[in-house]
């Protein structure tokens, strides 16, 4: 772990901290819209190089997330690994990492791997490093997930690092999460249907 990265896992709480008690709006939006293309007809490729097929999420609620190692936010890595050991029953949660925000995920998919074992004790899916924003080059997935004519009705696409996008069981996008959104937090707990 970089002298940076040590930095702000432990600034992070603070910074937790400080935006409960000054930012009192509302960091996602929601809907009950259908999806126009099935969610599960989506793939991605893992970071292993393995091909993950949404088809195998049917009747399981996901929590999609780009993520960056070197970022404010990559704490949360901490806290999403705490929810999936929670809530992993009826929950997958898919990490995409990407370097579309001030380059801060510089690294290849093996150190990426390394560095979220290592660091923050991750079992749940680490996806190939990818596009999120919308572009040219964009992962399919988040075509889908900033595409309202795909997904029936979001059009958020991440507006930086370890933002959180919620699938429901059936395959609808149902929130649009932004990154000072906690992992463990009330509203993403309260959407997910978190066991206590």
């Known amino acids: 772990m970089t002298v940076r990265q040590r930095f702000l896992k432990i600034v992070y709480p603070l910074f937790r901290f400080l935006n409960r008690l000054f930012n009192r709006k509302s960091n996602f939006f929601s809907s009950s819209k259908p999806a126009v293309r099935s969610f599960y007809d989506l793939k991605a490729i893992m970071n292993n190089g393995e091909e993950f097929h949404f088809s195998t999420l049917r009747n399981k609620k996901v929590l999609i997330v780009n993520t960056a190692s070197d970022c404010g936010f990559t704490p949360q890595y901490e806290a999403l690994e705490e929810l999936y050991e929670k809530e992993k ?57 900033t595409d309202k004519e795909r997904n029936g009705w979001n059009s958020h696409e991440p507006t930086w690092n370890f933002c959180k996008y919620l699938v429901n069981e059936q395959g609808n996008l149902t929130h649009f999460f932004e990154s000072n959104e906690s992992p463990t937090g009330r509203h993403i707990l309260s959407a997910i249907g978190a066991k206590n």
């Open 89 to 145: 029953s009826h929950l997958e949660i898919l990490a995409f990492p990407a370097n579309d925000f001030k380059k801060q995920e510089n690294h290849d998919d093996s150190e990426i791997s390394a560095f979220c074992k290592k660091h923050y004790g991750i079992t749940f899916p680490l996806m190939r490093k990818s596009k999120v924003v919308v572009h040219s080059a964009q992962n399919e997935v988040f075509e889908w997930l």
